[in-house]
């Protein structure tokens, strides 16, 4: 159902008596901005770095392992949040006064070394091709459950810093230090840091150390700013909630991109994809650059994404960005495939979604790189937390999921619950609430479906299961302009901080398919006003009055420029309160 967000009226008149624009005030109080202060870009309003646990001792040790000339080996994760943290960590490092030789990066292969931290990468590690066995392991967004890698490593006579930004197990790895907002007694206000503004925020202590040992030393003035461009990308690429600090962190980035400044990489990229760095907003990072950086970690090896990111070199950072962008073209016929067949499945369970609490799927052939994809979108038509599990690569007698939930079902603790219950079933997962990996014995795939329907069932809000689409309400036709379109574009919009979507009944005055497979329309307002709109994906007609939830878009053809609704929900009036427009 087609439902309207309520908005916090005292926020609306403190926002708009300030002059903020009367959309933009509404869709920010609706959001929890309750002050025009809370807009301003001034990086100096970022939460400061002294109050994450860990990281101070982080920087000293790391400060030490720079003067000392001590190897360092940075070791990812495979998706586009590990390879901007990788290469923030690089870049940030070698401007902190890394000397050639000192810093490198390893990265897991997801299908054959499995997540995090292992024994398996420790040892990989200690014989790193460039750097030989390093002093240090720097573990960038994993590593807070990883305690038998970490003790692998002490073995092996390296030392670790774990920077993660995941939920801790029952114990926290022994590690040198750990600098993670979401370890117990951390007092650092936001818990929705990316790995990559962790790995950010230690830069900034390292930098801070540097100072204070040696004010003079050119490396204490590093202007570490330069690197938000990369923050921006993998933060918006995993997810997290765009609380203040992340669209602080988000929204400078931007800025960077736009300006011509951001890293060979990112705007070979944005060029790949056909998008406008000038122009470039959190939705480009999110399904244009992000996308082409984890398919490589999806189906190859994210180190190539990961080159992409950290190369100067304009005609390399383009030569990569194509070879990124052939495997996102890979990567999305495989995912249409399985898609397809996992909606297939879903119509064919003998208990349907709507009496369900989540949904377990696995089929033969399905490639572990992708499923993730699969279990969104299924929990997008389902709406309800959704598992979908591959055959391992390595080893065909286990499975490799990935799930993603809904508001209101925190998955990782639904996973956690399911552990406890059943020792041993689990052999390993991790996560946060609205994402999470999972390996399992094949054999066991109908007793962990059963555990995790009963764990959903005990632990998820109720009312978390009825499917209502959130929307801003709606704009007067006079309001639909290029001017609005410029204004959204400029916010950052993301999880937690959702992108503005409106609503409103109209006439359907002319529909008619475009390339068979998308629902061209003119729309009609009560006031007689016209509207051009599309509905992607749609090819069923619509009624001739409709309730609509739509977003706008800037459509240009041939040099001039338009503003378009896309729809994205439409249902017969009278199932919701109308929205006269």
């Known amino acids: 159902m087609i439902a309207t967000r309520e908005v916090p009226q005292q926020a609306l008149e403190r926002l708009r008596a300030a002059g903020v624009a009367p959309v933009l005030a509404r869709l920010l109080a609706a959001r929890g901005v309750e002050h025009a202060e809370e807009l301003a870009l001034d990086l100096g309003r970022l939460l400061p770095p002294a109050a994450m646990k860990g990281l101070a001792h982080a920087a000293r ?15 990812a994760d495979y998706d586009c949040d590990g390879a901007t943290a990788c290469a923030v960590a690089l870049r940030g490092l070698r401007a902190l006064g890394a000397a050639p030789g000192q810093l490198d990066y390893l990265v897991p292969n997801r299908f054959e070394h499995g997540y995090g931290l292992t024994p398996p990468v420790v040892a990989l590690a200690a014989r790193h091709p460039r750097l030989g066995r390093p002093d240090w392991l720097l573990t960038v967004d994993s590593g807070i459950a990883s305690a038998d890698g970490v003790e692998a490593a002490h073995a092996a006579g390296m030392r670790v810093i774990v920077t993660d930004h995941h939920l801790p197990g029952a114990a926290l790895p022994p590690a040198d230090a750990i600098v993670d907002p979401n370890q117990p007694d951390c007092a650092f206000p936001s818990k929705h840091l990316a790995g990559v503004g962790v790995m950010f925020y230690l830069l900034l202590g390292v930098r801070t150390e540097l100072r204070r040992r040696d004010p003079g030393n050119p490396a204490a003035r590093v202007p570490l700013q330069a690197l938000l ?8 690429a995993d997810l997290v909630r765009l609380d203040a600090n992340n669209r602080l962190l988000v ?32 939705s480009d990072l999110g399904f244009a650059v992000g996308p082409r950086i984890n398919a490589a970690g999806r189906l190859a090896d994210i180190s190539l994404g990961i080159e992409c990111l950290l190369t100067d070199d304009p005609t390399r950072a383009a030569e990569l960005a194509s070879a ?3 495997i996102n073209r890979e990567r999305r016929g495989i995912e249409s495939v399985m898609r397809d067949e996992a909606l297939a499945e879903l119509d064919a369970l003998p208990v349907p979604p709507a009496q369900r609490h989540c949904v377990v799927l696995h089929r033969p052939g399905w490639h572990e790189g992708v499923v993730g994809l699969v279990a969104s979108r299924v929990k997008e038509r389902a709406h309800r937390p959704t598992v979908a599990l591959a055959c391992s690569s390595a080893d065909p007698g286990l499975l490799r999921g990935s799930g993603r939930s809904i508001p209101g079902v925190h998955l990782r603790d639904a996973l956690d619950l ?10 390993r997962f991790g996560g946060h609430a609205m994402a999470a990996g999972l390996t399992l014995p094949a054999s066991r795939l109908d007793e962990f479906a059963a555990l995790l329907e009963e764990a959903v069932r005990e632990l998820a809000d109720p009312d978390c299961f009825a499917s209502t689409l959130l929307t801003d309400g709606p704009l007067a036709p006079a309001e639909i302009d290029l001017a609005l379109v410029d204004a959204l574009e400029a916010q950052v919009w993301g999880q937690g901080f959702a992108a503005p979507l409106f609503s409103g009944e109209f006439a359907v005055a002319r529909q008619s398919l475009a390339g068979g497979r998308h629902l061209r329309l003119e729309l009609r307002a009560d006031c007689g006003a016209r509207l051009e709109a599309i509905a992607f994906g749609r090819t069923e007609t619509l009624p001739d009055r409709a309730i609509l939830a739509y977003r706008l878009i800037r459509d240009e053809y041939r040099g001039l420029a338009s503003v378009r609704l896309v729809v994205e929900a439409a249902e017969p009036p009278g199932l919701a309160p109308p929205h006269p427009v």
Do not use: F, H, Y
Request: glycine share 12%.
């Open 61 to 75: 040790l790391l400060a030490d392992a720079l003067a000392a000339g001590e190897r360092i080996c940075v070791v």
């Open 229 to 236: 461009d990369l923050v921006a990308l993998g933060t918006v």
């Open 251 to 282: 929204q400078a980035g931007l800025q960077r991109i736009r300006a011509g400044a951001a890293c060979a990489g990112i705007r070979a990229l944005l060029q790949a994809a056909g998008r406008d760095a000038r122009r470039a907003g959190s």
């Open 324 to 326: 990124l962008d052939a």
């Open 418 to 427: 399911v552990d406890k219950r059943a020792p041993g079933l689990l052999l």
